[in-house]
C-alpha cells in the first residue's frame, strides 16, 4: 500500500543559515522540514506575542504533550498544531526520528520562558553550554540520525557546531535579546571584564561602545570560533551534497563573526547578518575548506 507523505508547510522565516535548501538530499527536505516547523513553532510560543509567563508555559506544556501524543500514533488531525503534527508523525515513525531530542529541544523553550521572565541570565560558561546541549545539539543529532551517522565522534564534533551556531546567534542578536531581559553574556565573564547589564543596556540604546565590552565580546567570539573549528572535520568528513550543506552553515557561522569584529564589535547595537553578496565568500570559503 502507498503511504502518501503529509505536505510539511514551507519554511517562511528568515534564518541565516540554509534549511532543507537545494543541497540537502531531496529524501531528507521533507523531515528536515517538520523538525524545522516543530522546533520554529515552540520558540513563537515561548518568546512571540505579548503573551503573560504563565499562558506561555501552559502551551509549552500542552504541546509537549501533542508530541507525545504524536510519538505514540495518536490522531493528531484534529489536536492543536495538527499541521505540525501530522507531518512529524509521520517522519517520527517512518525514520524513527529519537523523540527525546525534540523533547530537549522544548526543554530549552520551557527555560527561556522562565529566564525571561526573572530577567535572569548565566552564571557561568558550563551552565550556558548546558543550556545549548538541549536548545541547539539535538538538532544536530537529529540530522545526524537522518543520514544514519551514530559514532560517537561525529556527534561531538555536531555538538561543538551546534553549540557554536548558538553562542554565534547570541553574539549576533545582543542589540534584540538584551531589550527583551536575555542575557547571554555570562556574570563571570562580565564580572571579569568589568561590564554591568547597565552597561550593556546604554551600549544598546545609545549606540557606543567602550573597551570592557568590546574585550568581553572578544573573548567570547574566540570562544564560539574555537568550538566551530573543533567540529569542522565533520563537514569535511560528511559525504555528498549534505557534507558541502554543513560546510555552508559553518562558514555562515564563521563569516558572522567576521563581520561583528569588521563592524568593531558593535553588535550591541547593530545586528550583522548574512546578505546576498555574502553568499559568493561562503562558497569560496566552503570550496577551499580543508582538515
Known amino acids: 500500500m502507498h503511504t502518501e ?21 531531496a529524501q531528507l527536505r521533507a523531515p528536515i522540514t517538520a523538525i524545522y516547523h516543530f522546533a520554529r513553532t515552540a520558540d513563537d510560543l ?32 484534529k489536536l492543536p498544531w495538527a499541521k505540525i503534527f501530522v507531518p512529524l508523525q509521520f517522519h517520527l515513525q517512518q525514520s524513527k526520528l529519537p523523540v527525546e531530542h525534540l523533547d530537549d529541544l522544548l526543554s530549552a523553550f520551557v527555560q527561556d520562558v522562565h529566564k525571561t521572565a526573572l530577567s535572569e541570565g548565566y552564571a557561568n560558561r558550563q551552565e550556558l553550554l548546558a543550556y545549548c546541549r538541549q536548545s541547539a545539539n539535538p538538532v544536530g543529532r537529529l540530522l545526524l540520525h537522518l543520514y544514519q ?91 555528498g551534497r549534505a557534507g558541502w550543506e554543513l560546510r555552508l552553515v559553518v562558514q555562515g557561522g564563521l563569516h558572522i563573526l567576521r563581520k561583528i569584529e569588521n563592524m568593531q564589535y558593535q553588535s550591541f547595537h547593530k545586528r550583522p547578518h548574512i546578505q546576498k553578496l555574502d553568499y559568493l565568500t561562503l562558497f569560496m570559503r566552503a570550496l577551499s575548506m580543508k582538515k
Open 149 to 239: 551517522i551514530n559514532d560517537e565522534n561525529s556527534l561531538k564534533q555536531s555538538d561543538a557546531i551546534c553549540t557554536s551556531l548558538q553562542l554565534i546567534n547570541f553574539w549576533q542578536d545582543l542589540s534584540i535579546d538584551i531589550p527583551r531581559k536575555r542575557w547571554y553574556l555570562t556574570e563571570e565573564d562580565c564580572s571579569r571584564h568589568h561590564v554591568s547589564p547597565k552597561m550593556q543596556q546604554d551600549a544598546v540604546t545609545s549606540g557606543r561602545s567602550n573597551s570592557q565590552l568590546t574585550a568581553l565580546l572578544q573573548d567570547n567570539i574566540h570562544w564560539a570560533r574555537n568550538l566551530m573549528h573543533e567540529g569542522l572535520p565533520l563537514a569535511l568528513r560528511m559525504p
Open 5 to 25: 507523505i503529509p505536505p510539511s508547510n514551507p519554511v517562511g522565516h528568515y534564518e541565516n543559515f540554509p534549511v532543507a535548501s537545494w543541497l540537502c538530499p
Open 46 to 77: 515561548a518568546d512571540e506575542g505579548n503573551a503573560s509567563t504563565e499562558t506561555r508555559l501552559e502551551q509549552l506544556h500542552e504541546y509537549r504533550d501533542c508530541l507525545y501524543q504524536a510519538s505514540r500514533g495518536s490522531d493528531m488531525s
